[in-house]
T-cell receptor, first 109, second 116 residues
Framework: RKEVEQDPGPFNVPEGATVAFNCTYSNSASQSFFWYRQDCRKEPKLLMSVYSSGNEDGRFTAQLNRASQYISLLIRDSKLSDSATYLCVVMGGSYIPTFGRGTSLIVHP | GAVVSQHPSWVICKSGTSVKIECRSLDFQATTMFWYRQFPKQSLMLMATSNEGSKATYEQGVEKDKFLINHASLTLSTLTVTSAHPEDSSFYIC????????????FGDGTRLSIL
């Protein structure tokens, strides 16, 4: 089993739609969780951290479920500019991030 | 904010050439930098952890004699792909962690390496 697993997609949604991604992790000792966004041929950029209590940043909501070992990202009112690959990142105490393979999102008019 | 500069951004070389990629932290000190490789439609795979003043730690399956890492200062790490072959063609990205900041990693822009 891979350390961090994501559905590669692509998720193809119309503008304005709500879309959710999940990411599962295998190491129960993982401590920190993040969502990164990567545009084609670009470096990953931090989208948001994921806290145990859940957190929201504008149209984006992240949740952590430690019992089931997954994190989620919800995007409301999708924009064309949201089209990208969303990478799930998990870190343990060593601060070495482990990346999922990413979920591709395509938002169309 | 903190920035990591990676150079060059794009390299095309003949097979057998050695290629050096630089990764600099511009406004913070990075005792540890990471080197990743990403093939098309694949995840970022950690190749090695670069430690200032000491030997790099390589992930399983990564040849240390093929991918030479030097971390001579607190702001610079270099990755040299020795005798590169077409199968080494990939997107190489470095990252550094600012221990004083909240972001887990700051990434360089990446280097697209194409070996003919």
């Amino acid at each position: 089993r891979k350390e961090v697993e994501q559905d590669p997609g692509p998720f193809n949604v119309p503008e304005g739609a709500t879309v959710a991604f999940n990411c599962t992790y295998s190491n129960s000792a993982s401590q920190s969780f993040f969502w990164y966004r990567q545009d084609c041929r670009k470096e990953p950029k931090l989208l948001m951290s994921v806290y145990s209590s859940g957190n929201e940043d504008g149209r984006f909501t992240a949740q952590l479920n430690r019992a089931s070992q997954y994190i989620s990202l919800l995007i409301r009112d999708s924009k064309l500019s949201d089209s990208a690959t969303y990478l799930c990142v998990v870190m343990g105490g060593s601060y070495i991030p482990t990346f999922g393979r990413g979920t591709s999102l395509i938002v169309h008019p | 904010g903190a920035v990591v500069s990676q150079h060059p951004s794009w390299v095309i070389c003949k097979s057998g050439t050695s290629v050096k990629i630089e990764c600099r932290s511009l406004d913070f000190q990075a005792t540890t930098m990471f080197w990743y490789r990403q093939f098309p439609k694949q995840s970022l795979m950690l190749m090695a952890t670069s430690n200032e003043g000491s030997k790099a730690t390589y992930e399983q399956g990564v040849e240390k004699d093929k991918f030479l890492i030097n971390h001579a200062s607190l702001t610079l790490s270099t990755l040299t792909v020795t005798s590169a072959h077409p199968e080494d063609s990939s997107f190489y990205i470095c990252s550094a962690r600012d221990v004083t900041g909240g972001q887990p990693q700051h990434f360089g822009d990446g280097t697209r390496l194409s070996i003919l």
